[in-house]
């Protein structure tokens, strides 16, 4: 079996990781021959893309009503041809809309959204007075008529129920029965922590969160948390890693509030499992989550999850169990189970035994077995 994967790009995300986790698991497969082509510049991965089978293309694929490419279509046909994929398979919205381009008939396509891509909603009266929604549509109608309509051999996979929902409501009538929920997996030999030593309430309790410094990731109400912790004279401190276009109003909010010395902007960091080792809690702050790989890869160090509901990682936290999800935003909520938590040896030991237990079912190889089996499923036979 022949699978070529496409990605935007190799820049910090689950998507990218995902990808990268995927391929390196398939090296272990010998029946099994990928390619992995990334349109943009920039590798945030390299310690992991180094022993990846992947390709740099010319990209990405932006069309507009003016312009319709900017992307070597004969570059991608040349790779096709010579590969000779069973199955393309194509990871965010701009990697499938790359995708496009050219349309074998005898290739299987599968759509890996990772999220409720907007960009497949359906009209609605906003469509017309909003210039994203607009544009949005216009490049939901290329992929209908230009791909879908031209092989009916697509199939999208959803991360999450609330996912699977949203295309199952998007996606064209003529390819509804062809969306599958598959979760994602990850390394958790590379996270897990053997023996993980739970902290005596007389210690100074380290939380951590991870994720891109961006609107839907609101790690303001982190800070907000860390204010309130602070003022209850409770010891702590606070790792956020990771970057993006949000982090200078963060860090503004932290000093604003006088709590250098407690909340520290890490920015990106390779191995994060250190940080995760050296941790007691995870704290999350999303509100709208399509996924939560980054909470599997915390559960995997032995860390129980205190998280905002983020929709799609509804299914990674149950409560007194891996750890608590809490549909308000309340950072009076949240510090009080925080500080409950960290005197609760017993507790802290139970959640954490119970997170790596959870978070193993995840790991990457299971997870490759239930993809490459929905591959067979749907693989055109000659």
């Not at 991965?45 to 990846?52: H, R």
């Not at 599958?180 to 939380?207: A, C, Q, T, W, Y």
């Not at 109003?249 to 990106?268: A, P, T, Y």
Request: net charge neutral; proline share 4%.
């Amino acid at each position: 079996m022949k699978i070529l994967y496409i990605i935007k790009s190799l820049e910090k995300g689950g998507a990218e990781r995902y990808a990268l986790d995927l391929c390196l698991e398939l090296n272990k497969r010998p029946n099994i021959e990928y390619k992995l082509l990334v349109l943009q510049d920039g590798n945030d991965y390299e310690y992991l893309s180094s022993k990846v089978n992947y390709q740099k293309v010319d990209g990405p694929f932006v069309p507009s009503i003016l312009r319709k490419t900017y992307v070597n279509v004969d570059q991608y046909k040349e790779i096709i041809d010579s590969f000779k994929p069973d199955i393309i398979h194509t990871h965010l919205f701009r990697a499938e809309l790359f995708s496009s381009i050219y349309i074998p008939q005898d290739v299987v396509f599968v759509v890996h959204g990772h999220d409720n891509m907007r960009e497949f909603r359906n009209l609605s009266f906003n469509t017309f007075f909003q210039k994203s929604l607009l544009t949005s549509f216009y490049e939901k109608q290329l992929l209908v008529n230009g791909k879908y309509k031209k092989n009916k051999n697509t199939y999208f996979i959803a991360n999450s129920p609330d996912t699977l929902s949203y295309f199952q409501s998007t996606v064209p009538s003529f390819l509804k029965q062809n969306v599958k929920l598959i979760e994602i997996g990850f390394d958790f030999n590379r996270f897990h922590l053997p023996k993980r030593e739970v902290k005596p309430p007389n210690k100074k309790f380290s939380l951590i969160n991870i994720g891109r410094y961006e609107e839907r990731k609101n790690q303001k109400f982190i800070v907000e948390i860390a204010h309130l912790l602070k003022n209850k004279g409770f010891e702590f401190e606070v790792n956020l890693l990771g970057t993006g276009d949000c982090i200078d109003k963060v860090k503004n909010q932290i000093r604003e509030l006088h709590l250098e010395d407690r909340v520290f902007v890490r920015g990106n960091v390779d191995l994060v499992e250190e940080y995760l080792s050296k941790s007691d809690l995870y704290l999350h702050s999303a509100y709208y989550e399509p996924f939560g790989l980054v909470l599997l890869e915390a559960m995997a160090a032995g860390l129980p999850c205190v998280i905002l509901d983020g929709i799609g990682n509804r299914n990674l936290v149950k409560d007194d169990y891996n750890g608590y999800l809490f549909s308000e935003q309340n950072a009076e909520v949240f510090a009080k189970k925080i500080i409950e938590l960290s005197k609760d040896t017993p507790l802290l030991e139970k959640l954490s035994q119970n997170a790596q237990k959870f978070a193993k079912t995840y790991d990457i190889s299971e997870k490759t077995n239930e993809l490459i089996e929905f591959y067979q499923s749907i693989i055109v036979k000659p």
